[in-house]
């Protein structure tokens, strides 16, 4: 903590330019990047480091912006992180995984898992072309905690521990906050609270939650309008089974897989949601289940039973996850509620959130972390290009808050349709295209250098088009009522002959190419 702290105060006032709620990776590399362009700079954590969060993987799209970020900011340091290679070469000290691509197995209730030699109940997308060259799964207590280090060295005041309480504003930001407990070195007891004042012009939400809006600022948050209806159940485990071993211990051929799946984004798809696997170099693997919360609602089950009941149910998952041990951290299964949220505004005068705390769809793309590090190159450039001109500041805010509710009702409606076709999984396989496809013009966006735009081009009108076209073909098939629990196979087809025309203007990967047989080998260029 900077010296300029008086631990022994009851009261310390503190001034900056830009005040950050929240220490997660997303607040932390915010502070870091608006520091290096000269702004005094102020993180309030309410918690503290390290701390668990579930686990997460990157994709091509955030690491690509990790290097920019990396560049344009003078952080060096940060450009390992974007390949898995590089980062163990850099940091093997910070835990994390490969991340070959997306996978995706699907399962039927009461039957053990099986597929054939045309993959017809698997899918595998590869997003690069080797170990060394791939994304990572994050393991975030560790990735969070490194942020925050590097956030104290740059001389940035970090305050954790602290919760805003109250916060006006006339011109600048009057913030009331609660600092709990002693700090290091402290002479105040332990157990002690000391009131705080932070004087800031402007204030960044950071903290991945609509709660904290709504304490300041009444800005209500709210599930409303979302197509998908999904909620996790999850944890950390140690030394879980692999896979790839229980596919060849049961003859099923992995020689044609594109990699390892265990060495990727792996999800177990069922009738009523999905389970994702994102393995860690050292013994643990974080392992959900998110499950569509109108057809497979909690109840009055526990966590515990829940899990179990879901286990009996599928007689491969079950024989993979029955006995495998909590790690230590965090210890219990969790349970959330409804994971879609969005806030009714996401910037102010004086004040803007970043895109997790805006709003949240899902973890079914794995869209979070590149979401997030969409929106703070955004608000870098318009926060160091108009901090002086508070007009044309405004004006650029709201611009991006457009961008960021945009790009939510995108994903969610590239997410729902994944959830409606998981009883079907030939036509989950086709609708899952309509992503790859949207990720793939994001990709070359960025390759070719170009500025502003957004995420998964969701400002473009003709990648809207492919998916509205393909969601009104997808209705009476899925959705529709009343609609069978299962199309014929002949729908089937020309559901995916459709999808097929819709996404070739964006195709340059040979998605579907019925030669592949769900096998894609790589699917953006060389990054």
């Excluded at 490194?146 to 805003?164: Q, S």
């Excluded at 949207?438 to 990648?463: C, H, S």
């Amino acid at each position: 903590m900077p010296d300029n702290f008086d631990h022994a105060s009851a009261r310390a006032d503190h001034r900056c330019d830009i005040l950050i709620a929240g220490a997660g990776f997303a607040g932390a590399l915010t502070a870091l990047i608006l520091n290096s362009r000269g702004f005094s700079v102020c993180v309030v954590e309410k918690g503290r480091h390290p701390r668990f969060a579930i686990g997460e993987s990157s994709t091509p799209v955030a690491d690509l912006l990790l290097r920019e970020l990396s560049t344009r900011y003078d952080l060096p340091w940060l450009y390992p992180f974007s390949r898995y290679g590089s980062w163990q070469e850099a940091h093997p000290e910070i835990v994390c995984g490969i991340k070959r691509g997306f996978s995706y197995f699907k399962h039927y209730p009461g039957k053990e898992f099986s597929t054939d030699a045309a993959h017809s109940q698997e899918l595998l997308v590869a997003a690069s072309t080797s170990d060394r060259l791939s994304d990572t799964n994050w393991l975030r207590a560790d990735f969070d905690a490194f942020l925050v280090e590097r956030v104290k060295e740059a001389g940035i005041l970090y305050l954790d521990a602290t919760d805003i309480v109250a916060a006006e504003r006339d011109g600048d930001w009057t913030v009331h906050a609660i600092h709990n407990g002693a700090a290091p070195n402290s002479i105040t007891p332990p157990g002690t609270t000391s009131s705080l004042i932070i004087t800031a012009h402007f204030f960044i939400d950071a903290t991945g939650g609509g709660a904290l809006l709504e304490k300041l600022l009444s800005v209500s948050s709210s599930s409303e309008g979302f197509e998908t209806n999904s909620y996790g159940l999850f944890s950390h485990f140690d030394d879980l089974p692999r896979w790839t071993n229980w596919l060849e211990q049961r003859g099923i051929a992995t020689n044609d897989f594109p990699y390892d799946p265990d060495h990727s984004a792996l999800h177990q798809v069922l009738d009523e949601g999905w389970i994702w696997v994102l393995r860690f170099n050292d013994r643990r693997t974080s392992v959900g289940f998110a499950l569509d919360g109108r057809k497979a609602p909690p109840g009055d089950a526990s966590p515990q039973q829940q899990w179990a009941q879901l286990l009996a149910k599928y007689p491969t998952i079950g024989e993979l996850l029955d006995g495998a041990k909590l790690s230590s951290v965090p210890g219990k299964l969790i349970r959330s509620g409804r994971l879609q949220r969005k806030v009714g505004r996401c910037c102010g005068p004086g004040w803007v959130a970043l895109p997790h705390t805006a709003g949240f769809v899902d973890p079914l793309f794995s869209s979070g972390i590149a979401h997030s590090i969409t929106g703070i190159k955004k608000l870098a450039g318009i926060l160091q290009d108009h901090w002086n001109n508070p007009n044309v500041l405004q004006e650029d805010l709201r611009e991006y808050e457009r961008a960021v509710f945009t790009e939510l009702r995108l994903i969610d409606k590239l997410v729902a349709g994944c959830y409606l076709t998981m009883p079907c999984f030939g036509l989950f396989q086709a609708w899952s295209m309509l992503y790859f496809a949207a990720t793939i013009t994001g990709e070359q966006r960025l390759i070719r250098g170009e500025t502003g735009g957004y995420f998964l081009g969701a400002d473009n009108p003709a990648i809207w088009q492919m998916v509205e076209e393909c969601w009104a073909a997808l209705m009476p098939l899925c959705g529709g009522k009343p609609s069978p629990a299962q199309p014929s196979p002949a729908a089937v087809r020309h559901f995916t002959d459709l999808v097929r025309e819709k996404i070739a203007p964006f195709n340059i990967a040979g998605l579907m190419d019925p030669e592949a047989r769900n096998m894609y080998r790589h699917t953006v260029a060389v990054l």
